[in-house]
């Protein structure tokens, strides 16, 4: 049996390896149209930054290591068609720049999720960037070896908030702008969004709120600044972060469902609606298991979790992909945050009869060395007590609580399971009452 995957960063080369492992005989190849795979992307913005030393250290496998294990990988190769009846690809060299046909008999479309670049004037010229795969870090890198002193970031999610920090860490003087009333778009209720532009600001990051960009200028070829709605804000690097959208080119000629949010609809087993054809990562939707709604939200752990279970069913075993709680985190500059399950904004849209309590303590013992501030905000439905999310503040690694939440979400936990949960106590580490306990407590009051 001939395996082949298209994309290999975190879903393919997972899918690969598993497919290969459960299958011995089988043939696996990976088409990859970069010379990288097998990276994690997330470290890009703590490379430019200067946290991690180098685009390579960000490479789980080599190409090397991969092929020792039996598998194909054909880097700087793009498929550029599929045909589902004759079941080959169209698959162009860009190397040499020959075109040829590849059989399969089971396709894994792995092809992630590209940068949205809006139609803006320049958008071409030196120094204008996005940042998604390790060839788009090295151009920042490029740009700022080349001397670029002011920035200009569009877009105030979660590469826009990391790359001000890297940016900062670079000496640059960094300008974010954003056209939604708050940074961090609808990932946090607008209190914690408060807190992460306070937190920015103080870092020396001007942030400009509400702003429309329409256009960049450009002089010699080289950008010069972005033109907004509010004047011009001069720059010699512009990243645009204003999203990004599934590369579903390959399914829609293959003629796969796509699902409402204009990524790739599968079934637990990873399958699409075409015979032969499978799709896992950051271009497909997964079950949200809180609001039982089909979502698309590349990140990570999903994208990697979805590549196993498709390698192991086009290989010929049986497993499933269990969904998501929608469960993030990231640091900007000295404050974590996390999140998990629904925000304020998302059970008002569900027409859930949500309840909350904000509660703030410290994440040890107050009297232990460098005991610093904790927030958590805990929503659960009102009547039934079933927990619907939260969001926590703090610093360092104390926002990783969020896990305890998440895996009760995942099981349709309580409040009062919660409440109920023997957690770890040390001076070093927690308060004797951990600040989910408080929360819970409170939040099972008002049920």
């Excluded at 070829?221 to 590369?247: C, E, F, I, S, Y």
Aim: with cysteine; net charge positive.
């Amino acid at each position: 049996m001939r395996i082949v995957v298209v994309g290999g960063v975190a879903a393919g080369m997972s899918a690969a390896s598993r497919a290969k492992r459960h299958d011995p005989s089988s043939e696996v190849v990976v088409f990859e149209r970069t010379e990288w795979i097998s990276y994690g992307a997330c470290g890009l913005p703590y490379v430019l930054g200067g946290q991690v030393d180098d685009f390579a250290a960000l490479e789980a496998r080599t190409p090397a290591q991969m092929r020792a294990r039996g598998i194909g990988v054909r880097l700087r190769h793009e498929v550029m068609g599929v045909d589902p009846v004759a079941r080959t690809l169209t698959v162009r060299d860009l190397a040499s720049g020959r075109t040829g046909q590849e059989p399969y008999d089971q396709l894994l479309l792995a092809t992630g999720v590209s940068p949205v670049r809006p139609p803006w004037a320049n958008m071409d010229a030196a120094g204008v960037h996005v940042l998604r795969e390790i060839p788009d870090g090295q151009a920042i890198e490029a740009t700022l070896q080349g001397g670029a002193r002011r920035a200009a970031i569009i877009g105030g999610g979660y590469i826009g908030l990391e790359m001000a920090e890297a940016l900062r860490a670079r000496g640059l003087s960094v300008v974010l702008l954003e056209q939604l009333p708050d940074l961090a778009g609808r990932m946090l209720d607008p209190e914690a969004r408060q807190q992460i532009r306070a937190e920015v600001e103080r870092q020396g990051v001007d942030v400009r709120t509400g702003v429309t960009v329409e256009g960049l200028t450009a002089r010699a070829g080289r950008v010069t600044g972005v033109q907004t709605d509010a004047g011009l804000v001069r720059a010699d690097l512009v990243l645009v972060a204003v999203g990004v959208r599934p590369n579903v080119a390959l399914a829609k000629m293959a003629g796969v469902r796509l699902g409402r949010s204009g990524a790739i609809h599968t079934d637990a087993r990873q399958r699409t609606t075409v015979d032969g054809v499978w799709a896992a990562g950051d271009n497909t939707e997964s079950v949200h298991r809180v609001s039982r709604r089909r979502v698309h939200v590349p990140l990570g752990l999903a994208a990697n979790r979805m590549g196993r279970v498709a390698g192991i069913n086009m290989a010929g075993g049986d497993a499933r992909f269990p969904g998501i709680v929608g469960t993030a985190i990231f640091k900007v500059f000295d404050l974590s945050v996390a999140r998990t399950g629904l925000s304020a904004e998302d059970t008002a849209a569900l027409g859930l009869d949500a309840v909350q309590v904000d509660v703030s303590s410290s994440d040890h013992a107050g009297y232990y060395r460098d005991a610093c501030p904790i927030q958590v905000r805990l929503r659960a439905e009102r009547g039934t007590g079933r927990l619907l999310g939260a969001q926590l503040l703090g610093h360092g690694d104390a926002v990783k609580r969020v896990d305890v939440v998440a895996t009760l979400l995942h099981g349709r936990g309580r409040v009062q399971d919660l409440a109920e949960l023997d957690l770890a106590y040390a001076p070093p580490f927690s308060t004797v009452w951990d600040v989910l306990l408080v929360a819970a407590g409170r939040l099972t009051a008002l049920i």
